[in-house]
């Protein structure tokens, strides 16, 4: 009596088909994954927005602005993001005008201030992304999030530029988004080059 069992051709066809079946359905698996991701990434946005307009709403009416009254578009100091006072973070004069800022310190005043993780700056489909955290970036002891005015080393080397996923429209200048600025404009988006 003879034993039966999958010949060699057998088994090489079912290999077959269940690779062809995996070559099917791994481009569709990977877009439902960059579905998701963009859906977290959405959804980090809104409450992005919603943070805003409660800054706004704490803070007369104006958007997130790092800096003194009439800063400009800038990178701060070299440790300006652990300055003990907003003076020496944004180098602004004593009577508060003036200084440079970041849109990522204009962002992490969210996070100072209306109490947004650093989490919600960081998409994950945006694979260059890390969320800030303060052992990664060097800073030990006693010192929190809210002691901080931006995501860490300014630069496009540095922890500001890789740990936010987002852009915001530039609060400084001639243009700059107020609360009563149209409301069909985008206040922040998937992160430009210009961050």
């Known amino acids: 009596m003879r034993k039966r069992g999958f010949t060699l051709v057998e088994l090489l066809v079912v290999i077959a088909i269940i690779a062809l079946l995996m070559g099917i359905l791994m481009p569709a698996l990977a877009r439902v994954r960059q579905l998701a991701f963009r859906m977290t990434c959405g959804t980090n946005l809104s409450g992005i927005g919603k943070a805003m307009l409660i800054y706004a709403n704490d803070y007369e009416d104006e958007l997130p602005r790092a800096g003194g009254r009439n800063a400009t578009w800038g990178q701060l100091p070299a440790n300006g993001y652990i300055a003990a006072t907003r003076q020496l973070a944004y180098g ?90 149209e409301p069909g404009f985008a206040i922040a988006a998937d992160r430009n080059p210009f961050l």
């Open 92 to 181: 602004t004069a004593a009577d508060g005008s003036g200084g440079k800022a970041s849109i990522s310190s204009c962002f992490y005043l969210l996070v100072k201030y209306a109490e947004v993780t650093p989490k919600s700056f960081v998409c994950k489909g945006d694979s260059g992304t890390i969320e800030f955290k303060l052992a990664d970036a060097g800073i030990t002891g006693s010192t929190e999030l809210i002691d901080l005015w931006d995501f860490g080393t300014p630069g496009a080397n540095g922890t500001a530029y890789k740990s936010c996923s987002y852009s915001y429209h530039c609060p400084f200048g001639a243009y700059a988004l107020t609360t009563s600025s």
